[in-house]
């Protein structure tokens, strides 16, 4: 199984990136998926999570608003589209597959990817 981020980069404060990440070797329509974040120093945070079909989605409060997941089944492909970036957004962001339903729990998910890097200068 592999889950490959792309799109992060640096980007100044109110600006715009759309996270990708890409599965394979996976039944990727039979897993929820996740977005977390990882800032030096603290612990890995949940940013979103989407169901298996997409009907459902999750955002954590500190980017609801801001921040918006998606999902294309058909290419094994998530996506996190992040408007207004703030310094604070500043994290390694990665995606991470779940079967069954989104959890809240990092440790509930079964794969992770290797992370892509946000950095929102001020």
């Known amino acids: 199984v592999q889950l490959v981020e792309s799109g992060g980069g640096l980007v100044q404060a109110g600006g715009s990136l759309r996270l990708s990440c890409t599965g394979s070797?996976?039944?990727?329509?039979?897993?929820?998926m996740g977005w977390f974040r990882q800032a030096p120093g603290l612990e890995r945070e949940g940013v979103s999570c989407i169901s298996w079909n997409g009907g459902t989605t999750y955002l954590n409060e500190s980017v609801k608003g801001r921040f918006t997941i998606s999902r294309g089944n058909a290419k094994n492909t998530l996506f996190l589209q992040m408007y207004n970036l703030k310094p604070e957004d500043t994290a390694m962001y990665y995606c991470a597959a779940r079967y069954g339903y989104c959890s809240g729990s990092r440790k509930e998910f079964n794969f992770w990817g290797q992370g892509t890097q946000v950095t929102v200068s001020s």
């Open positions: 070797g996976l039944p990727f329509g039979n897993y929820a």
